[in-house]
């Protein structure tokens, strides 16, 4: 499997039960955020993103909550699976339309059971 | 996965020779990306290309050169690897940029002895 990931901050959750896994962002211009989460030996998969004009996002089982005075994101998981345990990345555009989003170092999730 | 196939999945060279990757799109997206992901650093963008015959330099771009000729391709080569650059490259589309998700291919583990 993939070397990926080692090394990394790693949240364990009890399966049935909520996870919140927590990306701190230093510029204050950055407009828009996203969640990828990544299985062992594939590519990062969009989960959810929200711009800069909102607060709260939900899409399925998934919500994203963006506190821009404390420059905060979180992913928020309901009823965590077997199936979420995975990396999971932030990633941010740093404004003015820029091509280009960067990455945070990725928070493992693991399921107990 | 979003209409991403790289090639190779895997491979195996020697420190020297030259290696080119390959990252071929059916989504007609303007956007692609080649990213490196290694443990302790996340993924980090080496190029990106913003279309045909443009490209642009990311954080980690020495050693590394790319060419757009069409939209669907992007390749990627190393025109002398170094064991250094041993690492899964992931090539990413997007139709908006910075501005809207980046989808990423499933990765090309390259191993440089």
């Known amino acids: 499997g993939e070397s990926v990931g080692l090394h990394l901050p790693t949240l364990s959750v009890q399966e049935g039960d909520n996870s919140i896994i927590n990306c701190a962002y230093s510029?204050?211009?950055?407009?828009?955020f996203i969640w990828y989460k990544q299985e062992s030996g594939k590519g990062p998969q969009f989960i959810i993103d929200?711009?800069?004009?909102?607060d709260k996002r939900q899409g399925q089982r998934v919500t994203v909550l963006l506190n821009k005075t404390v420059k905060h994101l979180s992913l928020q998981i309901a009823a965590t699976q077997p199936g979420d345990s995975a990396v999971y990345f932030c990633?941010?555009?740093?404004?003015?339309?820029?091509?280009?989003?960067?990455f945070g170092k990725g928070t493992r999730l693991h399921i107990l059971p | 996965d979003a209409g991403i196939t790289q090639s190779p999945r895997h491979k195996v060279t020697e420190t020297g020779t030259p290696v080119t990757l390959r990252c071929h799109q059916t989504?007609?997206?303007?956007?692609m990306y080649w990213y490196r992901q290694d443990p302790g650093h996340g993924l980090r963008l080496i190029h990106y290309s913003y279309g045909v015959k443009d490209t642009d330099k990311g954080e980690v771009s020495d050693g590394y050169s790319v060419s757009r000729s069409k939209t669907e391709d992007f390749l990627l080569t190393l025109e002398s690897a170094t064991s250094s650059q041993t690492s899964v490259y992931f090539c990413?589309?997007?139709?908006?940029?910075?501005?809207?998700?980046?989808?990423f291919g499933d990765g090309t583990r390259l191993s440089i002895l």
């Open positions: 990413a589309i997007s139709d908006g940029g910075g501005v809207q998700p980046q989808h």
């Open positions: 989504e007609n997206h303007r956007y």
């Open positions: 990633a941010e555009n740093r404004g003015n339309r820029d091509d280009k989003i960067i």
């Open positions: 929200i711009r800069s004009n909102m």
């Open positions: 510029n204050s211009a950055s407009d828009y």
